[in-house]
T-cell receptor
Framework: GENVEQHPSTLSVQEGDSAVIKCTYSDSASNYFPWYKQELGKRPQLIIDIRSNVGEKKDQRIAVTLNKTAKHFSLHITETQPEDSAVYFCALRGSSNTGKLIFGQGTTLQVKP | NAGVTQTPKFQVLKTGQSMTLQCAQDMNHEYMSWYRQDPGMGLRLIHYSVGAGITDQGEVPNGYNVSRSTTEDFPLRLLSAAPSQTSVYFC?????????FGPGTRLTVT
């Protein structure tokens, strides 16, 4: 079945630096790869997503890359700001059209001013 | 639109008690899911539904029941609460891709 591993579990960067979080998966039929941001005490919210027919997608300071051959996808945040501090989750949807997502374990990002 | 709503926000139960966590959405989404969130373990899928009358198990279904009698509502029932069910519970709905999460229910079982 679907499985996703997320690394690192914690990441500390200086304001203005870049941050990269990587997820690897096992099911080659997975076709949808979203990233969620969760601030303390809040619900997860979608920040960017990519589908399996696209290799890269960018939205201002955030980008996601997908390597289907190697079965990994990554979140890139450039010019980090203190408000980027949060827990980030990768997720994936398998080939079955059920809408269910399988989540990674999460990365706690701390951006130091 | 209210989006996805959950009640209650907080709940304390004693071991062995039962209760129902409520979830409702007003976006006419077919897909609804329940997740639990524990520190260091991400969001784990408990049960999900692809439409009224259809439910299926996720990764961690034991100790929980669901039903989907309408498109709008997807309640989660704890049959006999155990301390291991202490967690934050999120309900989510989707049309197939982006999932919209409710605000969560923080449950403590003593």
């Amino acid at each position: 079945g679907e499985n996703v591993e997320q690394h690192p579990s914690t990441l500390s960067v200086q304001e203005g630096d870049s941050a990269v979080i990587k997820c690897t998966y096992s099911d080659s039929a997975s076709n949808y790869f979203p990233w969620y941001k969760q601030e303390l005490g809040k619900r997860p919210q979608l920040i960017i997503d990519i589908r399996s027919n696209v290799g890269e997608k960018k939205d201002q300071r955030i980008a996601v890359t997908l390597n289907k051959t190697a079965k990994h996808f990554s979140l890139h945040i450039t010019e980090t700001q203190p408000e980027d501090s949060a827990v980030y989750f990768c997720a994936l949807r398998g080939s079955s059209n059920t809408g269910k997502l399988i989540f990674g374990q999460g990365t706690t990002l701390q951006v130091k001013p | 639109n209210a989006g996805v709503t959950q009640t209650p926000k907080f709940q304390v139960l004693k071991t062995g008690q039962s209760m129902t966590l409520q979830c409702a959405q007003d976006m006419n989404h077919e897909y609804m899911s329940w997740y639990r969130q524990d520190p260091g373990m991400g969001l784990r899928l408990i049960h999900y539904s692809v439409g009224a009358g259809i439910t299926d198990q996720g990764e961690v279904p034991n100790g929980y029941n669901v039903s989907r009698s309408t498109t709008e509502d997807f309640p989660l029932r704890l049959l006999s609460a155990a301390p291991s069910q202490t967690s934050v519970y999120f309900c989510a709905s989707s049309l197939g891709y982006e999932q919209y999460f409710g605000p969560g229910t923080r449950l403590t079982v003593t």
